[in-house]
C-alpha cells in the first residue's frame, strides 16, 4: 500500500545526502511476491511569487554566508600554514595557499562528482564520504588556527557555514535528479517512534530497508497487520499459539519475511492453485495445439498424397494421351517415310535405268567407233603394205634394168674394145669407162636416195600407223573409262539403293511395336493371301489377344491398300 509523502515539517533538513531509491518496475512473479506498484511520475514544484522571493534572498543570503565562511576559513588557514614551526605554525612556507584552496575546492569538487555520478545512475557509495572527511578536517583545521575557546569556535562555526551551504546545495540537486529519473526518497523513521517503540521501529526499519519500501507508511502498516495476525493466532490458541496453529495458519507469517502483506499470504494458497490451473490448462492446450498440427499435418500429408495421385492419374491420362498422340504421329510419320521411300525408290530405279542406258549407248557407240577406227587403220596397213611392195617391186625392176643395161653395154665395149686396137679408142674408151661409171656411181647413189626416200616414207607410214594405233589405244581407254563411269554409276545406284534400304530400317525402328506386328502381318498377306491369314494365326504369331489380332489386320490392309497391293474390293 502506497502513502503520500509525510509532510516536509516532520523530516527537517539535515546535511548528510539524502538515501534516493529507484521504484522498482512492476513485477509479476509466479510466487505473486509483490503487487504492482505504479510508476512515480516526475513532479513540478510550483512556486508562489512570495515563495520565489524568499528562495532568492535565500540563495543570496547562504551565497554571502559561504562565501563569508570560505573566505575566513582560507584567511585562518593560509596564516597557520605559513608560519614556522618553531613558532606555532605548520611550515607551508610559499605554499601555504595551497591547503586552504585545496581542502575547500576538494570538498566542492567531490560534491559535484557524487551528484554527477547519482545523474548518470552510475553511484559510488564511498564517493560521498570523500567531502564529508574533508568537512570534518577543514573544521579541526579552523579549530586549531584559533587561539582561545572563543577564536576556535569562531574559526570552526565559518568554516562549518561553507560546508553546510555546500551540503545543502548538493542535497537540493539530488533531489531535483531523484525527481526528474522518477525515483522516490525512502522516508525516515521519526525519532520520537525510536525512543517510544524501539523493536516495532527496529522491525519497520528492516522491512522498508530490506524490500525497498519507501513509504513509512507502507511499511508502518504491513507490521500492523503482520501484529493483528499474531494477535487473532494468540487468542485462539492461547500463549502457545506457536504451536497449535496450522501450517496454513502460520505461513503468513512465515510468507512476511519475503515481503509479502497477510492478504497477499493468504490469498497465495488460492493463488498457487488458480495458477497450477492455469499450468494445467496451458499444458492441456499445448496438448490440444500439438494434437491440432498433428492432425493438420496429417491432413496436409493427406491432401498432398491425394494432390500427388491425382497428378499421377492426370499424368498417367497424360501419358496414355501422348502415347495415342505418339503413335498416331509416328503411324504419319511412317506412311509417309514410306510414300517418300516409294518415291524416292522409284525415281533411283528411273535414274538407274537411264544411266545404264546412257551407259550402255556409250559403250557401244565407242566400240562401233573404236571398230570402224580400227578397220580405217587396217585398211591403211594394208593400202601402204601394198603400196610399199609395189614401189619396192619397181624399184628393184628398174634396178635390175639398170644391171642388164649397164652389162649390155659393158659387153658391147669389150666387143668396141677387142675391134678397135687403136690408143685414141683405147684412151677414149677408158675415159668412157671411167665416165660411165662414174654415171654408174651416181645412178647408184641416185636409186640409193630414191630407196632412202623410199624408207623415210615407209617410216613415215609406220609412224602414222603408230600414231593411230596410239589413238586406237586412247579410244580404248575412254571405253574403259566409260565403262568405269557406267561402273560407278552402278555403285552410287546401289549405294542409293543401300541407303533406301536404310532408310526403310530406320523408318521400322522408328515404328512402334504395334505398327511392326501390323506391318510383319501385311508381309504375311503378301506371301500368302489375305484368306490365308486368320485371326487365330496372328494370335498365335504374336501371342496377342483376339481384339489386338484384329486391329493388327486391319492396320496391314490398310498399309496394303495405301500401297496399292491391295484393292478395296479384295479386302
Known amino acids: 500500500m502506497t502513502s503520500p509523502s509525510p509532510p516536509l515539517l516532520e523530516h527537517p533538513p539535515h546535511t548528510e545526502e539524502p538515501e534516493t531509491y529507484r521504484i522498482p518496475a512492476p513485477q509479476h512473479s509466479e510466487a505473486g511476491m509483490h503487487e504492482p506498484k505504479p510508476t512515480v511520475e516526475p513532479q513540478v514544484i510550483k512556486w508562489s511569487r512570495g515563495e520565489k ?10 551565497t554571502g554566508v559561504g562565501t563569508l565562511g570560505l573566505a575566513s576559513s582560507y584567511r585562518a588557514l593560509e596564516e597557520k600554514a605559513a ?32 551528484l554527477l555520478l547519482v545523474k548518470a545512475e552510475k553511484p559510488l557509495a564511498w564517493v560521498k564520504w570523500v567531502p564529508r572527511v574533508l568537512t570534518i578536517v577543514t573544521i579541526v583545521l579552523n579549530w586549531s588556527t584559533g587561539a582561545t575557546l572563543q577564536g576556535k569556535l569562531g574559526h570552526a562555526a565559518l568554516a562549518a557555514l561553507w560546508v553546510v551551504l555546500s551540503e545543502i546545495a548538493a542535497h537540493l540537486y539530488a533531489a531535483h535528479i531523484g525527481r ?32 525497498e519500501i519507501t513509504s513509512y507508511e507502507e511499511g508502518l502498516e504491513r507490521d500492523r497487520e503482520l501484529m493483528v495476525y499474531r494477535s487473532g493466532l494468540r487468542s485462539e490458541h492461547g500463549r502457545w499459539w506457536r504451536f497449535k496453529s496450522t501450517e496454513e495458519e502460520l505461513q503468513p507469517l512465515r510468507l512476511a519475511a519475503y515481503g509479502m502483506t497477510i492478504e497477499q499470504a493468504l490469498e497465495e ?69 514410306e510414300a517418300d521411300l516409294q518415291v524416292r525408290r522409284a525415281q533411283a530405279e528411273s535414274e538407274s535405268r537411264r ?47 639398170e644391171e642388164h643395161r649397164r652389162e649390155r653395154e659393158a659387153r658391147q665395149l669389150e666387143a668396141e674394145d677387142q675391134l678397135k686396137e687403136s690408143a685414141e679408142a683405147a684412151t677414149a674408151r677408158r675415159i668412157k669407162q671411167e665416165e660411165d661409171k662414174r654415171a654408174a656411181q651416181a645412178e647408184k647413189e641416185a636409186a640409193e636416195a630414191r630407196a632412202a626416200a623410199v624408207e623415210a616414207d615407209l617410216k613415215a607410214k609406220q609412224d602414222r600407223l603408230k600414231k593411230a594405233e596410239a589413238e586406237s589405244r586412247a579410244n580404248e581407254l575412254e571405253r574403259k573409262a566409260a565403262e568405269d563411269g557406267a561402273a560407278a554409276e552402278a555403285a552410287r545406284l546401289k549405294a542409293a539403293q543401300d541407303a533406301l534400304k536404310a532408310a526403310e ?55 496394303l491398300q495405301e500401297s496399292g497391293e491391295l484393292s478395296a474390293e479384295a479386302a
Open 180 to 211: 526528474l529519473k522518477g525515483r522516490r526518497q525512502m522516508e525516515r523513521i521519526r525519532f520520537s517512534r525510536w525512543v517510544y517503540q524501539p523493536v516495532s521501529s527496529f522491525r519497520v526499519n528492516r522491512l522498508m530497508k530490506s524490500w
Open 355 to 401: 544411266l545404264a542406258a546412257e551407259a550402255e549407248a556409250k559403250v557401244k557407240e565407242l566400240e562401233a567407233e573404236e571398230q570402224a577406227r580400227q578397220d580405217e587403220l587396217a585398211r591403211q596397213r594394208e593400202k601402204d603394205q601394198l603400196s610399199w611392195e609395189s614401189e619396192r617391186a619397181q624399184l628393184l625392176a628398174r634396178q635390175q634394168q
Open 269 to 337: 494458497p488460492d493463488r498457487q492453485e488458480t495458477a497450477k490451473d492455469l499450468r494445467e490448462q496451458k499444458r492441456d492446450l499445448q496438448r490440444a495445439q500439438a494434437r491440432l498440427q498433428r492432425i493438420e499435418a496429417e491432413s496436409k500429408v493427406k491432401a498432398a498424397e491425394l494432390q500427388a495421385e491425382a497428378a499421377e492419374v492426370r499424368a498417367q491420362g497424360e501419358l496414355e494421351a501422348a502415347k495415342a498422340e505418339a503413335e498416331a504421329a509416328a503411324s504419319v510419320a511412317v506412311q509417309q517415310a
Open 53 to 62: 522571493w524568499l528562495l532568492g534572498a535565500g540563495i543570496a543570503s547562504g
Open 83 to 114: 608560519g614556522a614551526a618553531a613558532e606555532g605554525g605548520w611550515g607551508w612556507g610559499a605554499y601555504a595557499w595551497m591547503l586552504p584552496v585545496g581542502v575547500d575546492l576538494g570538498i566542492l569538487t567531490f560534491s559535484i562528482i557524487n
Open 505 to 559: 530400317l530406320e523408318a521400322e525402328a522408328r515404328l512402334t511395336s504395334a505398327e511392326r506386328e501390323a506391318r510383319k502381318v501385311a508381309d504375311m498377306i503378301r506371301e500368302e493371301g489375305l484368306e490365308a491369314i486368320k485371326l487365330t494365326r496372328i494370335e498365335q504369331t504374336f501371342g496377342v489377344s483376339q481384339g489386338t489380332a484384329s486391329g493388327r489386320r486391319k492396320r496391314a490392309i490398310q498399309i
